[in-house]
């Protein structure tokens, strides 16, 4: 599963919203992600993947930009788990 | 000082058994139903059973919507959906924006004793070294009244009462206190529990105060003042009293289903689980004292009534002591036989009762009570089914909790309008 698939799924579930509505380019604050629900989106992620992130997530201002950085903290985590 | 405000209760809720309807409930306790049944909760090491109140047809989401239902207890769950029930009866509207002289005042005994619970199983029972990151909000034992507030838009005081088995009661009392002080115009009051959780049930259990009963048996297994009483019946559920100031609620055309005319509150400051005759006169002394009115005034007494062996005794003792000569007279009746011990929402499904048993001139009985034990002698029983007819004014709804802590309200009837 994708990352931007974990997070709709996140996200439809939780806020019952279109599934549509989640695209890359849609901001946090439209999709009313606030600093709670970010904590929530990475803890998922970091579950699925079976990870444990080494650094914090800086704001992302959209999905997209999410997307890119778990997808690059995930990479970091397995390196770090396979050395 | 200005003189006091008067207090109207203009709105009511409950989750119960009987569903999310406070008059349908009430219906069902002036016939004297139980809403007792045997629960189990079948988790390791071996599963626990006990006599309960279980709202097993409660559904978060279709009352409080998925979102808010995912990221919240079932404590909290409860109080929203009774919140939530009460507000529309008050015919308040939820459209507006928030209010900073409207407030919420809540009890809880346990919190979020559920979240907390699956937590510990998940980290020592499943292994599980994390806990997700909403555990903490999810957890915390003002989680309902902020909810409330956020939900219904109150920005004046939110805050909850521990006091165990007194703690709707004290939040109640202390929301009537800021509206009577002009600190408040409308405050959401009452309180929410959910001691059915595995660990809870289980200390409950080792306190041996708690009653025995089969799956035929259960329903009848809560026998206040009957002298083969053997204990309380926890049950989960959360009971709202919306009060607002007398002229506030009259300008909106609300109606008002009575008023709380006192409080009274104080320590026994003598044994954590000993009730005290004297502690117990003197908060209901205090309520009466507050609303102005004497012993000579009360038409029924909701009594605390947990049907353990001490515990009634002692009440009965100290209404006797209250009431003098008129003891006798007095109808008084323990509603936990039907609706159980719901802990820190105790005082407030009792005090819902106890203003709808003024609003419909019936007064509910004690089920079950079909001998009473001498220790419990002296007053005025109301057993079988309510007591209707007696055109009561006045009433008292006691709460006497564990750690001597004494939490009395009073209500008066509402005058015609």
């Known amino acids: 599963m994708d990352t931007l698939t974990v997070i709709r799924e996140f996200l439809v579930d939780r806020l019952e919203i279109d599934p549509a509505r989640i695209q890359p380019e849609a901001t946090l604050e439209e999709l009313q992600i606030d600093s709670l629900m970010l904590v929530e989106l990475i803890f998922e992620c970091e579950e699925k993947y079976n990870v444990v992130f080494e650094r914090d997530v800086r704001s992302p201002k959209n999905i997209g930009e999410l997307v890119s950085i778990v997808d690059e903290f995930v990479v970091e985590a397995q390196k770090a788990k396979q050395a | 000082m200005a003189s006091p405000h008067r207090v109207a209760v203009t709105g009511l809720g409950v989750v119960a058994p009987s569903g999310i309807d406070a008059r349908q409930m009430f219906g069902r306790l002036v016939d004297g139903e139980s809403f007792i049944r045997l629960h189990t909760i079948d988790q390791p090491p071996r599963p626990v059973t006990q006599p309960a109140i279980h709202c097993a047809d409660f559904s978060p989401e279709a009352h409080i919507g998925k979102a808010l239902a995912s990221t919240t207890d079932r404590s909290v769950q409860m109080a929203l959906t009774a919140c939530f029930e009460a507000w529309l009866d008050a015919g308040l509207s939820r459209d507006k924006e928030g209010r900073h002289d409207y407030g919420v005042s809540w009890g809880s005994a346990l919190g979020s004793t559920s979240t907390w619970e699956r937590g510990y199983r998940e980290m020592w029972q499943n292994g599980r070294d994390r806990l997700p990151p909403l555990a903490v909000v999810l957890g915390m034992s003002n989680a309902a009244a902020s909810h409330i507030s956020i939900q219904l838009g109150l920005g004046n005081s939110s805050l909850t009462y521990v006091a165990a088995c007194a703690s709707a009661a004290a939040a109640i009392g202390e929301g009537y206190k800021r509206i009577r002080n002009g600190e408040a115009r409308l405050m959401v009051t009452g309180g929410s529990d959910v001691p059915l959780a595995y660990a809870v049930m289980k200390a409950w259990d080792a306190l ?131 609706h159980g011990h719901l802990m820190g929402a105790a005082g407030a499904i009792e005090a819902v009762t106890t203003v709808l048993a003024l609003a419909e001139d019936a007064l509910p009985p004690t089920a079950h009570l079909d001998a009473i034990d001498p220790a419990c002698e002296g007053v005025r029983h109301i057993t079988g089914s309510a007591l209707r007819g007696t055109d009561a004014r006045v009433a008292l709804s006691n709460s006497f909790a564990f750690g001597g802590c004494n939490a009395v309200l009073a209500f008066r009837k509402a005058a015609p309008a």
């Open chain 2, 208 to 338: 041996r105060v708690v009653a025995q009963g089969d799956a035929d048996t259960a329903p009848a297994s809560c026998r206040p003042f009957h002298p083969g009483r053997s204990g309380l019946v926890l049950g989960e559920g959360a009971a709202t009293l919306i009060l607002e100031e007398w002229e506030h609620a009259r300008a909106r055309g609300a109606t008002i289903l009575a008023e709380v005319v006192g409080y009274g509150t104080c320590s026994d400051h003598s044994h954590l689980v000993r009730p005290d005759r004297d502690g117990q006169i003197r908060a209901m002394r205090l309520a009466l004292d507050d609303a102005g009115l004497t012993p000579d005034d009360v038409d029924y007494v909701n009594a605390h009534g947990t049907a353990t062996v001490e515990g009634d005794a002692i009440e009965v003792d100290s209404l006797r002591a209250l009431f003098g000569d008129r003891a006798a007279q007095v109808p008084v009746s323990a509603t936990k036989s039907m």
